[in-house]
């Protein structure tokens, strides 16, 4: 942009000796027709101003047959004049004029004020259809990963220049936010126009276009798609993705079904995408192949046609075939809280997708699925973990450990059910719960003799009410015993000192605890475990799971010698200071990301912990992204270990990438959360093999000194 109101285009010089001449003629006597049309004191509103076809009585193509339960109105085309009277029909086509008008003059969109035509067309759109009001989200995960260099141009206009093909180059401007590609002899549009993500306008009118691109759905920041004098005979079902469209024209399409002008006409563009969005019959016959009894009885079979093709399973990334006498399996899992899941937020996402009776079942479906050994699920609420997901998961031999953030204390019993928090299953039949902690970031700073003087404390870190919960596990049958960290940090890039001080609480708080366990004495009595669990609902099944004779418990001399695995949603990337402090062991206190702000000893001294930690998705085959929305897709999720009492077997690999390219973010009907679940299998090293690489790294053992 150079100036509050001039739009910055770049404009090739093709001239006009690329133009066809009988494409001019066969455009100019279309556009005369229409300017005769409109010149008549008939007004617009009269059946016979939509000769071009827009409202024939011709039998339709029944173009839109993926409409759930839609229909061609084969001889009854004639709209009401109800309809075609509108306001909404009426500015359709008061811009499809304008744009015939235009037409016969290349480059015609660089020739004059862009941005104020666009603006006015945008606000006059605005005043007759009702605009969503994109509101707030208390989650406020809209951090964004679009690079924001600076162009001195972001408007495209390639208009009139009689072109039949473009160049794939041109797709890989991705800073455009407006590409004008009418009035050519285009017949397609290449599917590879969803990488350009950034659009917020886009021109496609009098070309000879028959089928927009699925990929179209990609555009979700889109407010105008203009689409006249073409041969379009459907809209594909993504476009319903496009919850931002406020302008979408397609008057001039002779082909196109009748239902889908009768919609845009009685409800507007709103309207029809909503209708599209919700709708739209995706797959028929088509039943998930892990379909099962809670599956069916969630779902009925209108949900599941309305699903989607599938995307492939996401693939097993084997890390290590070894034999190992000890495995065991971890899954971490943001599951997207219900209050956090608006429209606004997740406007490309169907309602039926979004609602929460419909999310939980699936999610419960698969974490089933996964069958993992311990499971860490974040946003998750008391309601949820009380009435749902503690219930049903027990079923599968699941004992939980629940506490939400800080501020449910504040609030009355009804309120704080809905506070999110973490909570860690465990399979009961295979593990002891020995202890629990909760680690209350605000609470423990606040009451740090070091940092409750500190002014940023009480300003910055204070007001986050994150949580972590960690559980201290016993392996009934070989008696090694494990540390789970279950963790949520804040989610705003504003705040990276508040995350790292987060985190370097989050491990003070795991090694005072696991010195203090290191002394836990062992399980004389493992039978007597069965009905003191976490949540006391034991199943009769579990129990008769259980070994007649379970191993010793292991000792442990120190705390790092425990195996730790800490799971959670950091978001943070893996040049933060969050990754490199547990990944490093430690950061000094005057870090970047503390941006010279006072935290006591933790500014003062650095931050160190004695773990040796890595991440299990730190691979050649590590996760493309754990987050996918259409503003942000990357990695915030992770599930560290201990390198000298673990080891990495297998990896919960990437998701489908052929799937993604019409697929502009989650959730969806096969991604109940916009994060993914991330799975790691592992093996419990032997103890002379922990011995022998804790030697080995003797230099490094701050803890090892004190052991």
């Known amino acids: 942009m150079n100036g509050g109101h001039h739009q910055r285009y770049m404009q090739p010089g093709l001239g006009n000796k690329y133009q066809q001449q009988s494409y001019q003629q066969h455009h100019g006597q279309q556009n005369n027709h229409h300017q005769q049309n409109h010149a008549t004191g008939q007004g617009i509103g ?25 229909h061609s109105n084969n ?55 009702e605009v969503l009001d994109d509101g707030e989200d ?23 220049q009689g072109l039949r093909a473009l160049s794939r180059s041109l797709f890989m401007y991705e800073f455009l936010t407006k590409l004008f590609l009418d009035d050519n002899r285009l017949p397609v549009l290449d599917p590879i126009i969803g990488q350009l993500r950034r659009l ?11 089928d927009l691109p699925e990929e179209i759905g990609m555009l979700v920041n889109l407010k105008e798609l203009l689409a006249f004098d073409n041969r379009l005979s459907t809209l ?26 009768e919609r845009i006409m009685q ?16 797959k028929k016959n088509f039943f998930p192949p892990y379909l099962d009894t809670i599956y069916i009885y969630a779902f009925s079979q209108a949900d599941l046609l309305i699903a989607g093709p599938p995307p492939d399973d996401r693939y097993r990334v084997q890390i290590d075939n070894s034999p190992a006498a ?17 429209t606004a937020q997740y406007g490309y996402t169907a309602l039926h997708d979004l609602s929460w009776e419909n999310r939980k079942f699936r999610i419960l479906d698969e974490i089933r699925s996964h069958d993992a050994d311990i499971v860490c699920l974040q946003e998750i609420d008391r309601e949820s973990f009380d009435d749902f997901f503690r219930r049903e998961l027990a079923v599968n031999d699941y004992r939980g450990v629940f506490w939400p953030k800080s501020r449910a204390k504040t609030m009355a019993e009804k309120d704080a059910k809905l506070v999110d928090g973490c909570a860690t299953f465990y399979k009961g039949s295979k593990y002891l719960l020995l202890d629990k902690a909760l680690v209350d970031f605000a609470n423990i700073a606040i009451n740090r003799l070091d940092m409750k003087g500190e002014h940023d404390t009480f300003n910055r870190v204070m007001p986050r009410d994150h949580i972590a919960v960690i559980t201290f596990l016993e392996n009934r049958i070989t008696g090694s015993r494990m540390i789970i960290g279950n963790a949520h940090l804040l989610w705003d890039p504003e705040f990276a000192d508040v995350k790292l001080v987060q ?9 005072k605890h696991s010195e203090k366990w290191a002394n836990h004495p062992p399980c004389t009595d493992k039978a007597a475990f069965r009905h003191s669990e976490a949540d006391g609902e034991a199943s009769l099944e579990s129990q008769d799971e259980l070994p007649l004779e379970p191993g010793p418990s292991l000792e442990y001399a120190s705390g790092p010698q425990i195996p730790l695995i800490i799971c959670g949603d950091f978001n943070c990337a893996a040049d933060s200071g969050v990754y490199e402090l547990i990944t490093n062991g430690s950061v000094p206190g005057n870090h970047a990301d503390m941006g010279n702000r006072g935290y006591g000893s933790f500014t003062r001294d650095g931050m160190a912990h004695p773990f040796k930690l890595k991440s299990a998705y730190n691979t050649p085959d590590e996760l493309a992204f754990t987050n996918y929305t259409p503003n942000f897709t990357g990695t915030l999720d992770y599930i560290w270990y201990s390198t000298n009492a673990l080891q990495v077997r297998e990896l919960l690999g990437n998701v489908d990438e052929a799937y993604l390219q019409k697929v502009p973010g989650f959730p969806n009907h096969w991604f109940p959360s916009d994060h993914l679940a991330l799975k790691a299998d592992f093996s419990v090293k032997h103890r002379k093999e922990t011995k022998a690489i804790e030697a080995s790294n003797g230099a490094h053992r701050e803890w090892e000194r004190s052991s």
């Open 503 to 511: 985190v370097a609480i989050l491990m003070e708080q795991v090694t």
């Open 138 to 160: 208390d989650r406020n995960r809209a951090i964004s990963n679009i690079e924001n260099s600076r162009q001195d141009w972001n408007a495209l206009d390639l208009s009139g």
């Open 75 to 129: 001889g009854q085309a004639v709209m009401s004049e109800n309809f075609t009277q509108s306001p909404l029909w009426q500015r359709q086509l008061q811009l499809a004029a304008e744009s015939r008008q235009a037409q016969s003059q290349p480059n015609h969109h660089a020739k004059k004020d862009g941005v104020v035509s666009l603006k006015s067309r945008v606000n006059h759109q605005a005043a007759v259809e």
């Open 46 to 70: 009269h059946q016979h101003t939509f000769s071009s076809g827009t409202l024939s009585s011709a039998t339709p193509h029944s173009a839109f047959n993926n409409l759930h339960n839609g």
């Open 326 to 342: 000890e495995v065991l399996s971890v899954v971490s899992y943001n599951i997207l809280c219900d209050k956090y899941a608006t």
């Open 200 to 210: 917020t306008h886009l021109d496609v009118s009098h070309n000879d276009i028959r």
């Open 267 to 282: 409800d507007g563009t709103k309207g029809l995408i909503t209708y599209i969005r919700e709708n739209a019959e995706r």
């Open 236 to 261: 594909p079902r993504e476009i319903g993705n496009l919850f931002k469209l406020e302008t979408l024209g397609i008057e001039g399409n002779p082909k196109l079904d009748d239902e889908l002008k």
